[in-house]
């Protein structure tokens, strides 16, 4: 199994993650949309990471289905409930990260790849926006150790990643004491393989 893309994009590190937590055996080909584009879109026409190539060499692309497929090798071991209360919960929390990461890496490429000249402020302002109102949500949410509860789940996974990747690369975003709840969970894991081995190179 080999997963394809940078642990920089937090949707690559999501599944990356996962996979750790899963004790599944994968190797990580650290490849990046502009510079391995022809290797990336052999597996997704789309050329975008992450995408998951199978034993069988079979590929799944966008984290979302990646997700789904790991899921169901695990079975009630998945990081996502099978059904239920607690299925929806998390879905519901996990969309909330994936959004936020979504948010974060549009705010990247308006100011990491456009000429200063060429940003177009109303649009970042209100992406920023959407970041801080994102983690601010999931603060709310945590009134247990865990996102969702007392055990590790994808909503947790994903908010990680997102959270992080606005730390690093837009550290003046969030004041330093915002989001103590999701701050204190981030560095509770962060000793973990599944976050250590996935940090954003």
């Known amino acids: 199994m080999r997963l394809l893309g940078t642990y920089g994009s937090p949707f690559v590190r999501r599944v990356g993650a996962t996979l750790h937590l899963y004790a599944i055996p994968f190797d990580h080909a650290p490849l990046q949309t502009a510079a391995d584009r022809d290797e990336i879109t052999a597996h997704n026409?789309?050329?975008r990471i992450p995408a998951l190539v199978l034993d069988d060499g079979t590929a799944i692309a966008d984290s979302s289905a990646i997700l789904d497929h790991l899921d169901e090798t695990m079975g009630e071991?998945?990081?996502t409930p099978r059904s239920g209360p607690a299925r929806r919960r998390v879905l519901a929390l996990t969309a909330i990260g994936l959004g936020t990461a979504e948010k974060y890496v549009a705010a990247w490429y308006e100011t990491a790849m456009r000429p200063e000249t060429h940003v177009w402020?109303?649009?970042?302002?209100?992406?920023?926006?959407q970041i801080v109102q994102g983690l601010?949500?999931?603060?709310?949410?945590m009134t247990g150790p865990y996102l969702a509860g007392d055990s590790l789940t994808q909503a947790d996974v994903t908010a990680i990643c997102a959270l992080d990747g606005v730390l690093i690369d837009m550290p003046d975003l969030i004041a330093p004491g915002a989001i103590p709840k999701l701050r204190g969970l981030r560095d509770r894991l962060a000793d973990l393989d599944a976050f250590r081995?996935?940090?954003?190179e």
């Open 136 to 141: 601010a949500a999931l603060e709310a949410e």
């Open 77 to 79: 071991a998945a990081l």
């Open 121 to 129: 402020q109303p649009w970042l302002d209100r992406l920023q926006a």
């Open 197 to 200: 081995l996935t940090a954003p």
């Open 45 to 47: 026409p789309l050329g």
